[in-house]
């Protein structure tokens, strides 16, 4: 038996059954990896067709407004599965770790009973705190593979072990993640793709941007897979199935910003009998109240423990909104030298602080690791007097967007997805700019976040052995 099943009493979830109350629901978490959520065509992207994902939307709600704290693999699924932010999770670069002895969904859905299981990517650390049961069948090949192979036997038999037993499954799928590797980029017509208005035009983005729309393409193809196991098993009626996208792409403000497109998720729940088929909604959402909300599903109270909350009664069609502001944040260390950010965002604004933006912008991957086969040089090279001058124009403000960064940049939620016009400077919005930048202050203060000074190799470095310099253990 686990031992952390003898640490219930310091878990304080309280079940609340009835009688006739049916057995509580099982969970299946699909999470991509780096899909920006507007490349879907539920949310208006223009080149892939997702049949699958768009009809398990068709079957439950879409949340227009989800989003989570930092854009990089590790501390946004921290927070999807501890329900809290990434200082006080611990988890606030990636590459690192939870603080020890961080409790995660693992604890809490096995102390109510539940089998816990993750296919695929995992990605968080420390092995106590995410002590998920391996299953086998989430794809990964590492060389290019036009049509990978996903057997879902194994997926198939952790669902139907034991119909007496809930569980919960996250299948954490690499697609859309560098290298693009998998599916068939050769099926899209180049001079067709609408290229997103953040990224500059160039033969090679051209060529790069198909290859990370064909992993999207193989994406959706697992997702119908394994929505096929979950029928042939036997539990789909009872099966909360939640979909999210992760953060956004590779590509130049998506991942690794604070900007809409980085820190934006899809994020659709289907829940049959529970949740209205066909339904959007406006609510404000982040990832820390994904853990909250799938307990309270679970029939547990007593939540107060995690920095989100529960959204259960959206998902039923109870309430229309959620939370006021949701909350981001970025380290630059390991992905480059720092460049600490913050950000928050409500129904209609999305404010940006620039920590220390007296520096550049320096992104290594994206920048220089991959050269000789990366988009980036082309960027460079296109501004060049030889080049077409409309094209220069823009690739030129896209790199300097990028590179060079005002202390605050504010943003309307709506009408501009890339946030390419920043309205810091019209002085009619200052009360909007300082609402905004004191409820960013009052988040940084209540998580007790140091600000720039948590963006250096030297915290990096003590966070991934779980020797945080600051703050204290998050449970
Ligand atoms: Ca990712």
């Given at each position: 038996?686990?031992?952390?099943?003898?640490?219930?009493?310091?878990?304080?979830?309280?079940?609340?059954?009835?009688?006739?109350?049916?057995?509580?629901?099982?969970?299946?978490?699909?999470?991509?990896?780096?899909?920006?959520?507007?490349?879907?065509?539920?949310?208006?992207?223009?080149?892939?067709?997702?049949?699958?994902?768009?009809?398990?939307?068709?079957?439950?709600?879409?949340?227009?407004?989800?989003?989570?704290?930092?854009?990089?693999?590790?501390?946004?699924?921290?927070?999807?599965?501890?329900?809290?932010?990434?200082?006080?999770?611990?988890?606030?670069?990636?590459?690192?770790?939870?603080?020890?002895?961080?409790?995660?969904?693992?604890?809490?859905?096995?102390?109510?009973?539940?089998?816990?299981?993750?296919?695929?990517?995992?990605?968080?650390?420390?092995?106590?705190?995410?002590?998920?049961?391996?299953?086998?069948?989430?794809?990964?090949?590492?060389?290019?593979?036009?049509?990978?192979?996903?057997?879902?036997?194994?997926?198939?038999?952790?669902?139907?072990?034991?119909?007496?037993?809930?569980?919960?499954?996250?299948?954490?799928?690499?697609?859309?993640?560098?290298?693009?590797?998998?599916g068939h980029p050769e099926r899209f017509d180049l001079n067709q793709l609408v290229l997103p208005d953040n990224i500059a035009d160039t033969p090679r983005t051209r060529d790069l941007f198909a290859a990370y729309l064909a992993e999207i393409v193989v994406w959706d193809w697992e997702v119908g897979k394994l929505l096929g196991a979950l029928e042939a098993s036997g539990q789909a009626d009872n099966t909360v199935v939640l979909l999210t996208s992760e953060q956004g792409s590779a590509f130049p403000g998506n991942k690794w910003t604070n900007w809409n497109s980085g820190v934006r998720t899809a994020l659709v729940v289907r829940w049959p009998g529970k949740i209205e088929a066909g339904r959007r909604t406006d609510a404000l959402v982040q990832y820390a109240d994904v853990l909250p909300t799938l307990l309270s599903a679970a029939g547990?109270?007593?939540?107060?423990?995690?920095?989100?909350?529960?959204?259960?009664?959206?998902?039923?069609?109870?309430?229309?909104?959620?939370?006021?502001?949701?909350?981001?944040?970025?380290?630059?260390?390991?992905?480059?030298?720092?460049?600490?950010?913050?950000?928050?965002?409500?129904?209609?604004?999305?404010?940006?602080?620039?920590?220390?933006?007296?520096?550049?912008?320096?992104?290594?991957?994206?920048?220089?690791?991959?050269?000789?086969?990366?988009?980036?040089?082309?960027?460079?090279?296109?501004?060049?007097?030889?080049?077409?001058?409309?094209?220069?124009?823009?690739?030129?403000?896209?790199?300097?967007?990028?590179?060079?960064?005002?202390?605050?940049?504010?943003?309307?939620?709506?009408?501009?997805?890339?946030?390419?016009?920043?309205?810091?400077?019209?002085?009619?919005?200052?009360?909007?700019?300082?609402?905004?930048?004191?409820?960013?202050?009052?988040?940084?203060?209540?998580?007790?976040?140091?600000?720039?000074?948590?963006?250096?190799?030297?915290?990096?470095?003590?966070?991934?052995?779980?020797?945080?310099?600051?703050?204290?253990?998050?449970?």
């Amino acid at each position: 038996m686990n031992i952390l099943r003898f640490l219930a009493p310091a878990i304080l979830l309280i079940l609340v059954t009835s009688p006739g109350f049916a057995r509580a629901p099982n969970f299946l978490i699909i999470i991509a990896d780096d899909v920006t959520y507007n490349d879907l065509p539920l949310y208006g992207g223009q080149n892939v067709k997702t049949p699958n994902i768009d009809r398990l939307a068709s079957e439950g709600v879409t949340f227009n407004r989800a989003y989570l704290s930092m854009s990089m693999c590790n501390p946004c699924r921290t927070e999807l599965y501890t329900g809290l932010y990434p200082y006080r999770s611990g988890s606030a670069w990636n590459h690192s770790a939870a603080r020890p002895g961080t409790h995660s969904v693992v604890h809490y859905l096995r102390e109510l009973g539940y089998r816990v299981g993750l296919s695929g990517k995992k990605h968080v650390q420390p092995a106590d705190s995410f002590d998920f049961e391996p299953v086998k069948g989430v794809p990964n090949p590492r060389e290019p593979t036009p049509d990978p192979e996903f057997d879902t036997t194994d997926i198939q038999e952790f669902m139907s072990r034991d119909s007496d037993q809930p569980f919960l499954l996250v299948t954490g799928f690499h697609e859309a993640h560098t290298p693009w590797t998998v599916g068939h980029p050769e099926r899209f017509d180049l001079n067709q793709l609408v290229l997103p208005d953040n990224i500059a035009d160039t033969p090679r983005t051209r060529d790069l941007f198909a290859a990370y729309l064909a992993e999207i393409v193989v994406w959706d193809w697992e997702v119908g897979k394994l929505l096929g196991a979950l029928e042939a098993s036997g539990q789909a009626d009872n099966t909360v199935v939640l979909l999210t996208s992760e953060q956004g792409s590779a590509f130049p403000g998506n991942k690794w910003t604070n900007w809409n497109s980085g820190v934006r998720t899809a994020l659709v729940v289907r829940w049959p009998g529970k949740i209205e088929a066909g339904r959007r909604t406006d609510a404000l959402v982040q990832y820390a109240d994904v853990l909250p909300t799938l307990l309270s599903a679970a029939g547990a109270t007593a939540l107060n423990q995690f920095d989100g909350h529960s959204f259960l009664q959206v998902l039923v069609g109870e309430a229309s909104s959620h939370r006021d502001y949701v909350y981001f944040m970025h380290q630059n260390v390991p992905a480059g030298p720092p460049y600490p950010i913050r950000g928050i965002a409500d129904s209609e604004w999305h404010y940006v602080r620039n920590l220390a933006p007296d520096r550049i912008y320096i992104q290594k991957h994206m920048m220089g690791l991959y050269s000789g086969r990366w988009f980036w040089e082309t960027w460079i090279a296109a501004t060049g007097p030889s080049a077409d001058q409309r094209l220069n124009q823009k690739a030129l403000d896209l790199l300097n967007r990028f590179v060079r960064r005002p202390p605050e940049q504010l943003y309307r939620a709506s009408g501009d997805p890339f946030q390419l016009r920043n309205l810091i400077g019209d002085v009619g919005l200052s009360p909007i700019r300082n609402r905004m930048a004191a409820a960013l202050g009052r988040w940084m203060q209540s998580q007790g976040d140091p600000g720039a000074g948590l963006d250096t190799e030297d915290q990096w470095l003590a966070a991934r052995k779980g020797e945080h310099l600051q703050g204290k253990p998050s449970q």
